[in-house]
């Protein structure tokens, strides 16, 4: 029998959703061919954080995402935006106070308003949809959202002001709530609260982003499956954003690994099989699959949470060339076409 021919990914599920990856100033080069032949959604993975995009108060750094913006013109990606709004990667001056005034609540509204409409501005048209919000439920059993600066100086209300001046300064832009643990029973009922919670005042979100950072034994597939039916309850997109399947729980950490084994490739691939099915089940309320990543060869994995660590979480591996993983993706649309 000869070697059974691999065909793009995003043309396969076209008819469903987007397929898109996470790239970055390296990988955006590293990875072209797999990046045009498979993928026809990007999403920076670093370079549109605040800390790097507005370093400094009022000085924006726009060239990797006029970069992006470039190669998907070329050939064809649609865009998201990935984050104005969290706890992290974000400059220090955002939550300095400036000489002589006190940080308030004015003031730190005023820096989210200026952050949020001088990008969605300039990229109006061009980011299809964004990540507003990134991270603000709590993790911790009984506390509802996570402690941080935005939330000390400006109060609950923060979150709601970012999505009002997203949808001012674009109209056109999806605006997406995005978080990790998203399949957790509690946190996932409160992101379902948070969110349902922001429809009853008309804040202007229109969808959720399940961040799906997911490993070889957890979540369990049910409660992937809930979580995506308590989403879907309310009526809005839902976008995967972020996903992965790591090699490893997220408390192990074992660091004698040189390569995944047959066996860990296996279980991936039959994870990854399952977790497809369930998004084709439910497509008419996904709107789009994107990967924290495109090969092995880089994930942000291979540094967290062990530094230094190989990780293996992709469909393409480290050579670039397809992983049992890839075969069980595509055959789910099969049996979907027929
Ligand atoms: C995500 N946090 C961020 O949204 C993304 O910007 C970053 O590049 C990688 C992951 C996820 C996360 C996690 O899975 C576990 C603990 C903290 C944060």
Not at 181 to 195: A, C, G, H, T
Not at 296 to 310: C, I, Q
Request: aromatic share 12%; net charge negative; with cysteine.
């Amino acid at each position: 029998m000869g070697e059974r021919e691999t065909v793009s990914l995003c043309k396969a599920y076209e008819d469903l959703f987007l397929i898109g990856a996470a790239v970055n100033r390296y990988t955006l080069h590293s990875e072209k061919q797999l990046i045009q032949k498979h993928f026809n959604s990007l999403t920076a993975e670093n370079e549109m954080k605040f800390e790097q995009i507005q370093p400094r108060e009022g000085q924006f750094n726009f060239d990797y995402a006029d970069e992006l913006i470039h190669v998907s013109e070329q050939f064809g990606h649609k865009l998201r935006g990935h984050t104005l709004v969290w706890h992290n990667q974000t400059s220090d001056w955002v939550f300095e106070a400036p000489d002589g005034k006190e940080l308030n609540r004015e003031l730190l509204l005023e820096r989210m308003r200026r952050h949020i409409s001088t990008l969605l501005t300039r990229y109006q048209g061009k980011f299809f949809s964004w990540d507003v919000v990134n991270e603000a439920i709590s993790d911790q059993k009984g506390e509802f959202l996570r402690p941080s600066p935005w939330l000390e100086v400006i109060g609950e209300d923060f979150i709601d002001h970012a999505f009002h001046y997203a949808h001012e300064a674009d109209p056109d832009a999806l605006l997406f709530y995005n978080d990790y643990n998203e399949s957790d029973p509690e946190k996932r009922d409160k992101i379902y609260q948070l969110v349902q919670s922001m429809l009853k005042r008309d804040v202007p979100i229109h969808g959720v982003g399940l961040q799906a950072h997911w490993n070889l034994y957890e979540p369990s597939l049910d409660h992937i499956k809930q979580a995506i039916e308590k989403y879907a309850s309310l009526d809005l997109q839902l976008q995967i954003t972020e996903m992965d399947v790591s090699m490893f729980r997220f408390d192990d950490h074992r660091t004698d690994l040189l390569k995944p084994t047959e066996e860990m490739l296996e279980k991936q691939a039959e994870r990854y099989e399952q977790m497809f099915k369930l998004f084709v089940e439910y497509k008419q309320h996904i709107s789009s699959v994107t990967f924290w990543g495109v090969s092995d060869a880089y994930t942000w994995l291979s540094d967290f949470p062990v530094r230094g660590r190989k990780n293996w979480p992709l469909l393409f591996d480290t050579n670039h060339q397809v992983k049992p993983a890839y075969w069980r993706v595509l055959d789910q649309i099969s049996s979907v076409k027929g």
